[in-house]
Each structure stands twice: as structure tokens, then as C-alpha cells.
């Protein structure tokens, strides 16, 4: 029994919250505020989850189980992503293409849900979703590609236990290609500046939180929470690329990785203040600049 590594996951679903209050307190203080509470996603949450929820007459159990079944999707995609050192619960030859068919779809059904509502305002952001993330995904697969081909694993624990400090000695430049395009594919699929901004909800410009505006009480506690597991996932995928800290005690390794994770949540934070949101013809563009980041990885891989 792997308890490493179900203790990993119980932080993963215990801290995710977490990351959401660092990169708010990191942008109040670019901007002279005090900010939030960096629990303040828990109290969001909680407060939520004691209110009713309110369904349009026009939605079905499709728009019910969305944030649901969403919620776990990306739990159990975050039981196949090792902490460092510390191995996921689940690990076996090919989790990396489950790991996204998670991500997806996770997608998949908050895309339905805004569908089921009818509301073409809705439509209008499940419709931008869908076509950023076809440009995201092969950034991520084509990324996850050279991990196989630079550490001759297929399982994301085995890839990320091989990424040492002498594999960046012989692969720097292929490893920091692929970090700079599984950072731009973080930002992307957690609907962060510059793609979207997650705290517009009035604009047009809007691609997430879009279809999500008719969810309440439990069901969008579930969202918001599913949110942070998933920016968590891709912070944990992205630190055991950059951070190749592998001493043997797993511990210390996954300590390690923890200190990454809230790095990367600090620097997206100093993203979201220093940038503003692209303009929505300009997103493709940063898109398939990580696409191509990952592309040139795998051909300096496989020279």
C-alpha cells in the first residue's frame, strides 16, 4: 500500500483551496492592498455549501451532475500525479493519457452543463472553451510526449521520479521549453490572465466563468473547489518538471514540491498584475506559441 502516496493526494484535496487565497494576497500586494484571507476560498466554499441551490425549469440532470461528476474527475486525475518524491496512489504504464482524458473530460461536462441551460450567452462561453482548449491539449499531450521520450517511463510517477538534476544537466533547453509551455497551458485551462480573468462576470469577453453563472449554492462550491484541485494538478505537474529535487526521502521531496507549488501560484499571481487579459483574437496566438514550445521540445528529443 503506497501511504506516501495517498497522503500526497489528502494534501492535494486538503491545500488546493489554498492557492487561490496566494494569488489573490500576491495581487493585493502588487496593488497596496491587504487583500483576502489566504483561506478565503474555504470560507467561500463552506458558506455555499449551507445555501440551496437554485435549477431553471429548462435544465435537466445533465446541468445536476455536471459539477458533480466534474469534482470527481479531476480528484481522480489528482491521484495519478506524484508530489516530487512522493508517488501517486495510482500509478501504472499509460496514466499519463488518462491523467487528460480527466482534464477533458472534466471540460466535457462543464461544457455540457452550460449547454443544458439554453442560454446562448452560455453557449458563447462553453463554444470559446471548447475551441482554446483544442489548442491547449496538444500543447499538454505533445509536453507529456517528451517526459516519455526523455525519461523512457509512460507512467507520470516514473517520469517524474527520473527527472534529476542530471537529466536537466543533459536536457536543460528541452526541459525549460517544455516548462515555459506547460506554464502557458496552466494559465489556459485554469482560465487565468492573460486567457480569462475569474473574476469578470459581467464582461463579454468571458470564456469560464461564463458557464457557470447559473450554478449556485452547493453545485458552484463544487466548481469552485474542482477549480483549485485542477490548478493544483497542473502547479504539482509543472514543479516536478522545474524542481528536480530527488534526495530519496520522499519526504523532503515532497516537501520540496509543496514550496514549488505555492511558488507557482505566487508567480501567477505577479502574472495576473503585471498583464492585462489578450484580447480574445490574440489567445490562440499564445496558445499555439506553447503548442509550438512543445513541439520544439520533441524534436530536440527525438534528434
Known sequence: MNTAGYVSWFLALLLSPLLLGIINRTKAFFAGRRGAPLVQAYFDCWKLLQK???????????????????????????????????????????????????????????????????????????????????????????????????????????????????????????????????????????????????????????????MVLDHSGPDFAFILYGAALKLWVLSALLVGVVVPVRTGNPWLDGAAVLVGIMAVAVLVGIVESCMARLRLVRVPQLLVGAGAFSTLALMLALR
Open 52 to 210: 440551496g441551490a437554485v435549477y431553471s425549469r429548462t435544465t435537466t440532470w445533465v446541468f445536476v451532475c455536471g459539477p458533480v461528476a466534474g469534482l470527481a474527475a479531476v480528484s481522480a486525475a489528482a491521484g495519478l500525479v506524484p508530489l516530487g518524491g512522493i508517488g501517486a496512489p495510482v500509478s501504472f504504464a499509460g496514466d499519463l493519457i488518462l491523467f487528460a482524458y480527466l482534464l477533458g473530460l472534466m471540460r466535457f461536462l462543464t461544457v455540457v452543463a452550460a449547454l443544458d441551460t439554453g442560454s446562448s450567452f452560455e453557449g458563447m462561453g462553453a463554444s470559446r472553451e471548447v475551441f482554446f482548449s483544442a489548442l491547449a491539449e496538444p500543447a499538454l499531450l505533445l509536453g507529456l510526449a517528451v517526459l516519455a521520450r526523455e525519461t523512457k517511463s509512460l507512467s507520470l510517477s516514473g517520469m517524474i521520479f527520473a527527472l534529476t538534476g542530471e537529466v536537466w544537466t543533459r536536457s536543460g533547453i528541452i526541459l525549460l521549453l517544455l516548462a515555459v509551455a506547460l506554464f502557458i497551458v496552466l494559465l489556459a485551462e485554469n482560465a487565468r490572465i492573460p486567457v480569462d480573468d475569474p473574476n469578470t462576470h459581467l464582461e463579454l469577453t468571458m470564456i469560464h466563468e461564463v
